[in-house]
Nanobody
């Protein structure tokens, strides 16, 4: 039985930092990408960052570039999103998800529809 479990959300002041963790288990991640997504009520789930397991390459949405860093611990199948210089607009529920890559993929994608295995989400609130 596969599982994707996020943790690490919380309340942080603007300018602060948080590190989100994602534990993936129960399936072979070799041909997968792992993505982080943010959802705000009434809006579509937005891709923040992703990593392609096979080569470790990452992608970031423009708002995350320079502030967020996606890292992995392959031995533990753990994935982390380090979020620095947080802004109120970063507030939302953050989801980790795994998506099986199409053959010949050269990079991971930030569309939520490319991911099948989802965690339950962790809430991030950036507020003073």
């Amino acid at each position: 039985q596969w599982q994707v479990v996020e943790s690490g959300g919380g309340l942080v002041q603007p300018g602060g930092s948080l590190r989100l963790s994602c534990a993936a288990s129960g399936f072979d991640l070799t041909y997968y990408a792992i993505g982080w997504f943010r959802q705000v009520p009434g809006q579509a789930r937005e891709g923040i960052s992703c990593i392609m397991i096979s080569d470790g390459s990452t992608q970031y949405t423009d708002s995350a570039k320079g502030r967020f860093t996606f890292s992995e611990d392959k031995d533990k199948n753990m994935f982390y999103l380090q979020m620095n210089s947080l802004k109120p607009e970063d507030t939302g529920t953050y989801f980790c998800a795994a998506g099986l890559l199409a053959a010949g993929s050269h990079r991971c994608r930030l569309g939520w529809y490319d991911y099948e295995k989802w965690g339950q989400g962790t809430r991030v609130t950036v507020s003073s």
